[in-house]
């Protein structure tokens, strides 16, 4: 069975920087090991995969999200490939995509300007302790954290944007963590914040940029900075942009994407 896969770079608009994902438009749902096994051997932060709802009112369209080594409860660039493919590859007519997701709905607008924006819960982070392995994996970081239950994360908030940019943790003691991933963040130096996120024990030692901690740091940086519209950066290597709004229980999170190659995958 030949199905066809998409690979785009997301958060960017400029090929091989933001983060790449892939997404595999599917006719009905394989089986789970199989969709696990198939973002195994891609071998991206996240394979998203698409079922379209028939007749459904309340959506367009089911999407799953799996890393390398777990399905992923809520995922942002991959959602933003998948709708720059149904877009502009799949030819989808409207201006907005409705999604349903372990996360609850969801929606993706093509804006006039051509970015794209991701409309997505607003997650809270509770302050808490400082985890010992994060102390131990990052020496120097705040005695305070916050956890994020809904999307499991830690996030700890430095107090630079070098900080940031310096930072080196140790991945082998964060993947200890479990699926548990670590956001650090910092005030930016040329937009309202600028982030780093990582998560070895899914499989992901460094995300290049990922949408969904934003549905985090958003709420977090809009009560710091007293505005609920915040540009933010990520500063992995290939590193992305991000226009943000806070939107009462809601996070808008809009972006570029650059597309990459297309081809299709034989399957048994």
């Not at 390398?68 to 959602?79: D, F, I, S």
């Not at 409705?98 to 997650?123: C, I, K, M, T």
């Not at 998560?199 to 990922?210: K, L, M």
């Not at 808008?252 to 399957?267: D, H, K, N, P, T």
Request: glycine share 8%; net charge negative.
């Amino acid at each position: 069975m030949n199905t066809p896969i998409y690979q785009v770079d997301a958060f960017t608009s400029q090929l091989f920087g933001g983060n790449p994902a892939a997404v595999m438009p599917l006719e009905r749902w394989l089986p789970d090991d199989l969709l696990q096994a198939i973002a195994r051997e891609n071998q991206l932060a996240e394979t998203a995969f698409l079922v379209p709802l028939e007749n459904d009112e309340d959506g367009d369209f089911r999407i799953r999200w799996f890393t390398p080594t777990v399905e992923a409860p809520l995922c942002g660039h991959a959602t933003l490939a998948s709708a720059w493919v149904l877009f502009n590859k799949l030819g989808w007519p409207g201006q907005s995509i409705r999604l349903q997701s372990q996360s609850g709905p969801l929606a993706v607008e093509r804006l006039d300007d051509g970015w794209l924006e991701l409309d997505f819960p607003n997650l809270p982070a509770a302050p808490c302790q400082t985890p010992t392995l994060v102390k131990e994996a990052l020496p120097g970081v705040p005695d305070q954290a916050f956890f994020v239950s809904r999307d499991p994360n830690y996030m700890v908030v430095l107090d630079s944007e070098n900080d940031v940019r310096q930072a080196d943790p140790d991945l082998r003691k964060l993947a200890a963590l479990g699926n548990q991933g670590l956001i650090i963040t910092a005030p930016g130096n040329d937009c309202d914040f600028v982030s780093r996120y990582f998560a070895p024990g899914s499989g992901i030692d460094e995300d290049p940029v990922t949408g969904s901690i934003h549905s985090v740091m958003v709420p977090y940086w809009a009560s710091i900075l007293g505005s609920d519209r915040l540009e933010a950066r990520q500063l992995s290597e290939r590193g992305g942009e991000l226009r943000c709004e806070l939107r009462g229980d809601r996070v808008a999170i809009a972006g570029q994407a650059a597309f990459f190659m297309e081809g299709s995958v034989q399957l048994p």
